[in-house]
T-cell receptor, first 111, second 112 residues
Framework: EDQVTQSPEALRLQEGESSSLNCSYT??????LFWYRQDPGKGPEFLFT???AGEEKEKERLKATLTKKESFLHITAPKPEDSATYLC????????????FGTGTRLLVSP | DGGITQSPKYLFRKEGQNVTLSCEQN?????MYWYRQDPGQGLRLIYY???????QKGDIAEGYSVSREKKESFPLTVTSAQKNPTAFYLC???????????FGEGSRLTVL
């Protein structure tokens, strides 16, 4: 069964303090790995898709990378507005392409 | 602006009552989904629909029902058979069965 594990569960950073969030996965054949951002009380917002090991995607202060077993979301010089829960999901290798979500990392960036 | 609209945002229900959550999209997407989110758990798929008049059970369909009579609409009914219905419910859509989902703002259901 496909599994997605995110760490840490929660992370507190000072503004400008760079760090990384981890998403490890076990799938029989990766069809895609997805990062979402979720603000409290809101629906998730799509950030990135990664398909193969070595691939990288960037958006403002965020960069997502992918290896054969895990993905990292690097946050460079974060700002308080980057505070949110970041969700990772993998596309299950079945007839219907279903997403399997991790439990997320809650990021708090203090000014 | 294109997007997904869920209503109501907050809903309170007495035990034994059925409730229906609305989900409407104007993105012209074929596929629509319902997820449930509980604290400390990943999003779990309740039902999905890839085309009008067709839908499939997800991982936790027991106690729920859906319909897909129009491309734009995918309402979810939480029945009295659902043993633990208090949760945050999210509707989503996508162009196809892909992983880039567009989510609504969610509906929070509380059973009193």
């Amino acid at each position: 069964e496909d599994q997605v594990t995110q760490s840490p569960e929660a992370l507190r950073l000072q503004e400008g303090e760079s760090s990384s969030l981890n998403c490890s996965y076990t799938v029989s054949g990766l069809r895609g790995l997805f990062w979402y951002r979720q603000d409290p009380g809101k629906g998730p917002e799509f950030l990135f898709t990664l398909y193969s090991a070595g691939e990288e995607k960037e958006k403002e202060r965020l960069k997502a990378t992918l290896t054969k077993k895990e993905s990292f979301l690097h946050i460079t010089a974060p700002k308080p507005e980057d505070s949110a829960t970041y969700l990772c999901a993998v596309l299950e290798n079945t007839g219907f392409q279903k997403l399997v979500f991790g439990t997320g990392t809650r990021l708090l960036v203090s000014p | 602006d294109g997007g997904i609209t869920q209503s109501p945002k907050y809903l309170f229900r007495k035990e034994g009552q059925n409730v229906t959550l609305s989900c409407e999209q104007n993105l012209n997407h074929d596929a629509m989904y319902w997820y449930r989110q509980d604290p400390g758990q990943g999003l779990r798929l309740i039902y999905y629909s890839q085309i009008v008049n067709d839908f499939q059970k997800g991982d936790i369909a027991e106690g729920y029902s859906v319909s897909r009579e129009k491309k734009e609409s995918f309402p979810l009914t939480v029945t009295s058979a659902q043993k633990n219905p208090t949760a945050f419910y999210l509707c989503a859509s996508s162009v196809g069965g892909a992983g880039e989902l567009f989510f609504g703002e969610g509906s929070r259901l509380t059973v009193l």
